[in-house]
């Protein structure tokens, strides 16, 4: 069972945060019981931090509004310094980026609030080769969401 997150100043403050955050505590929850049934038939997560091949490859996911809403936030609140100003260049240029604009140095910059699509779409046994879409070579390694 993971923690969900919180953000006990803000969520006060923006009623839909705290929403937000649920549903993706409901997600996690979902993934890592998908993972958790798969690695007991012996398959290993091939996804981990720095991996990046999908966030690099996919230009285009399905974020819902109230996700934009909580990326929005969370950018401009949640984050300062360097990674901020790197992030408003990026974002600035994204259309010319050959991938997702929050990919910071292969990790995901938003990753707290990183989109749904995101939190589901995790590969098993061997990393994607670069510019690879898993889910067309390779479905059978590709996470199936639980009904």
Request: charged share 25%; with cysteine; net charge negative.
């Amino acid at each position: 069972m993971s923690e969900r997150l919180s953000y006990p100043d803000d969520e006060p403050i923006h009623p839909w945060l705290s929403r937000l955050l649920e549903a993706y505590h409901i997600t996690d929850e979902g993934v890592m019981e998908g993972i958790r049934r798969e690695t007991e038939q012996g398959r290993t997560l091939a996804c981990t931090k720095g991996c990046a091949a999908c966030c690099r490859s996919h230009t285009t996911i399905p974020v819902y509004p109230l996700e934009l809403v909580g990326i929005s936030w969370y950018v401009t609140e949640q984050l300062g310094g360097n990674l901020r100003a790197q992030l408003k260049q990026q974002l600035r240029d994204y259309s010319n980026l050959p991938g997702c604009p929050f990919l910071v140095e292969d990790v995901c910059s938003i990753h707290p609030l990183r989109p749904m699509a995101c939190r589901q779409f995790n590969v098993f046994d061997r990393v994607c080769a670069e510019g690879e879409d898993a889910y067309y070579t390779r479905r059978q390694d590709v996470l199936t969401p639980l009904s």
